[in-house]
């Protein structure tokens, strides 16, 4: 079955049974305070408007059972996957692998390393744990996607400009059709937020679509009949 779905610049042609709904680093230590995010500054109460898109969204894409994939930015306990140029960055006071409200900053394991209640993972659900911002960077990411036949990927999740994007580049270089959740995507920094969902669909399209996760919700209930 494919669903067409509004989108910009043009309408994407998605097949649910070829594509992935991507959630990115939807953990705590971005969205909640005391952990990442708020170390490098920011007010993590940006975030939280993705959280009902994707949820929805997750919902539905269950019920019809199609692949979700989870990922998370954290590192080993050790830090041995913490590049020197990544941990020395910025001039914060708190830094990766820190103590904090939640556990250590952005280590594997702690509290605050964990997606957050609302989204959090089914079983059989991929979850795959990344070192960088991109989701394919030193990941089995793409092995996961190819084995299982994937083409085209859903992308949600924060933050828009850093890893949700830095994700679409990746993917996109790698021949996957990218459509980013308008609504389910979020920034500290608004004016970012816009700029970036612009630059994903600028030059008709140069890393793919945008669309609002009420296209995709309307389009593929149409089809499926699975009430959202
Ligand atoms: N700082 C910021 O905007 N983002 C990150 O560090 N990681 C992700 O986007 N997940």
């Known amino acids: 079955m494919i669903a067409n779905i509004p989108a910009k610049p043009y309408d994407f042609a998605l097949e649910p049974a070829r594509a992935a709904f991507v959630i990115i680093d939807m953990q705590r230590d971005f969205l909640e305070p005391g952990g990442f995010g708020a170390a490098l500054g920011n007010d993590v109460s940006h975030l939280r408007s993705a959280i009902g898109p994707i949820s929805a969204l997750l919902a539905a894409w269950r019920a ?23 941990y020395r960055r ?10 904090g409200p939640m556990g250590r900053i952005l280590v594997r394991g702690a509290e605050g390393h964990d997606i957050i209640a609302e989204l959090a993972p089914a ?39 850093v890893c949700v994007h830095t994700t679409l580049r990746e993917a996109n270089d790698r ?25 994903a669909c600028a030059q008709d399209g140069i890393f793919g679509w945008v669309a609002p996760s009420s296209a995709i919700l309307t389009a593929i209930s149409s089809k499926t009949g699975v009430s959202i």
């Open 90 to 99: 910025g001039r914060f006071a708190t830094r990766i692998g820190d103590d």
């Open 175 to 199: 021949g996957f059709e990218c459509l980013v959740l308008e609504d389910g995507t979020a920034s500290y920094f608004p004016e970012f937020h816009r700029a970036a969902l612009a630059m």
């Open 123 to 161: 079983g059989g659900e991929p979850v795959i744990d990344k070192p960088g911002k991109g989701a394919f960077y030193a990941t089995d990411l793409e092995t996961i996607l190819r084995g299982r036949g994937i083409t085209q990927l859903i992308l949600a999740g924060v933050t828009t400009e």
């Open 64 to 86: 019809g059972g199609h692949l979700v994939i989870h990922t998370r930015e954290g590192h080993r306990p050790d830090l041995s996957d913490l590049n020197a140029a990544k």
